[in-house]
């Protein structure tokens, strides 16, 4: 018999907020973090907005951490915090630390590589590797906070939170640790990965009204937005949650991993990795489509993706597809890549406890293609048993997060 998985703690650090109140008032309100580019000059670019983090992280930790860690890895750390304050983390000794990074220290990466091709080695911090490396999120945390079960990080491209999730959720069902702090951090808005996402043609190129510019489901829309920050959760053994009186989000009772196997970048056209993603979830959680309230889909505003999970969605939920509640974050967020796994998981368990079906906004001319119901511009209300959070990425690789109300 497998141990159940209960939500107890949650962290977030996203363009919608530096908290999660901030960032569960900013996306019910339907309100956009998406910008101009502040972190660095645009004028050789021809993408122009970003959801950029507001924050200045000396307010949140040590100026030494500041001088020598990546911003994910701050980010990270910024979203632990949160996350264990949360939940009231006691036993620290054998809780476990997973936290993925779709390309990790870029930022650093590129900094430090500057100094060395102008002739600078000495100057090549000491720090670069350590503070570059996708898995020192997760160990910079267990230093920090002293936790001392397994700590490693993942790394798959925009489903990486998710998988850390999946990961994590095993540790727990099989009672190799009782706790597991697990998530994901991005800090990707730097030149030479806009360069790379932008000679793949997959960001949006608009230059005016950036809040409008992430718009899924959308006959308008024309690419992601690229998104920063981190997720944290921390998830525990539901049998300990109960017993030391832990207040519980709710449940993740079932999740599904595949692969398309079909494309280096775009998904399979006929959605079949995305929907066997998803029937897993629900096959592993003993429920029927028909008791899906929301999903919280990946909707990354990509004239494929939108297309595509539609039709995965129709594939599994056959005639409830235009029943289930259905919405895009990342039309206020962009896409976090790494982190947007954990951070719409966050946002599902909100919807699930608040009872609040968040909007996708910027939804104004539908595609035909895109006809189920994504909740367009405002938030609904609705009680909502059972919720999915999708997350799907590049290499083909599919993620599905089934969520459970806990009374």
């Known amino acids: 018999m497998f141990n159940r998985v209960a939500i107890t703690g949650l962290g977030a650090i996203t363009p919608a907020g530096n908290t999660i109140s901030e960032n569960w008032q900013n996306i019910v309100a339907g309100k956009s973090g998406i910008d101009f580019i502040k972190k660095f000059d645009t004028e050789n670019f021809p993408i122009k ?36 304050l ?36 000495r100057r090549v911090t000491p720090f670069f590797i350590p503070s570059s490396v996708i898995g ?27 998988h850390a999730i999946m990961d994590a959720c095993k540790m727990i069902a099989v009672g190799e640790v009782d706790t597991v702090v697990t998530g994901g951090a991005e800090a990707t808005i730097t030149p030479l990965s806009l ?28 690419g992601f937005v690229m998104g920063e920050g981190a997720g944290i959760v921390v998830l525990e053994n539901m049998a300990s949650a109960i ?7 709710g449940e993740i009772a079932g ?45 990354t505003s990509t004239p494929l993706n939108d297309k595509i999970e539609t039709l995965a969605i129709k594939n599994v939920f056959a005639e409830n ?12 967020t962009g ?33 035909p293609d895109c006809d189920l119901n994504y909740t367009a511009n405002v938030f609904e209300s609705k009680n909502i048993e059972y919720a999915l959070s999708n997350s799907f990425g590049f290499g083909g690789t599919n993620a599905s997060l089934l969520l459970k109300k806990v009374a």
């Open 86 to 121: 949360d939940a009231g983390v006691q036993n620290f000794k054998d809780v476990g630390v997973i936290i993925g990074s779709g390309q990790g220290g870029i930022s650093n990466i590129e900094k430090e590589h500057a100094k060395l091709i102008s002739g600078r080695l």
């Open 255 to 299: 999740f599904g991993a595949t692969s398309d196997a079909s494309h280096l970048t775009a998904p399979s056209p006929d959605g079949r990795g995305q929907s066997q993603a998803m029937q897993k979830a629900l096959d592993m959680a003993g429920v029927d489509s028909a008791q899906i309230n929301y999903i919280n889909a990946h909707g």
């Open 243 to 249: 017993k030391r009186g832990a207040r519980i989000y």
């Open 136 to 162: 020192m999120a997760a160990g910079v945390v267990s230093s920090k906070f002293g936790f001392r079960g397994p700590n490693y990080g993942v790394s798959s491209a925009c489903a990486t939170s998710a």
């Open 335 to 367: 896409h976090l890549l790494g982190a947007a796994g954990v951070v719409e998981l966050i946002y599902s368990i909100q919807a699930i406890k608040n009872s609040l079906i968040p909007p996708t906004i910027n939804l104004k001319n539908p595609d």
């Open 49 to 84: 907005v970003a959801g950029e983090v507001d924050v200045d992280v000396k307010d949140f930790i040590e100026g030494k951490d500041v001088k020598h860690f990546d911003p994910f890895i701050q980010y990270a750390l910024i979203a632990t915090q949160e996350a264990i």
């Open 321 to 332: 597809a235009k029943r289930v509640s259905i919405s895009s974050t990342k039309s206020m």
């Open 195 to 222: 360069a790379g996402f932008s000679r793949l043609n997959a960001l949006n190129t608009e230059t005016e009204n950036p809040s409008q510019t992430s718009r899924p489901f959308d006959l308008q829309r024309n």
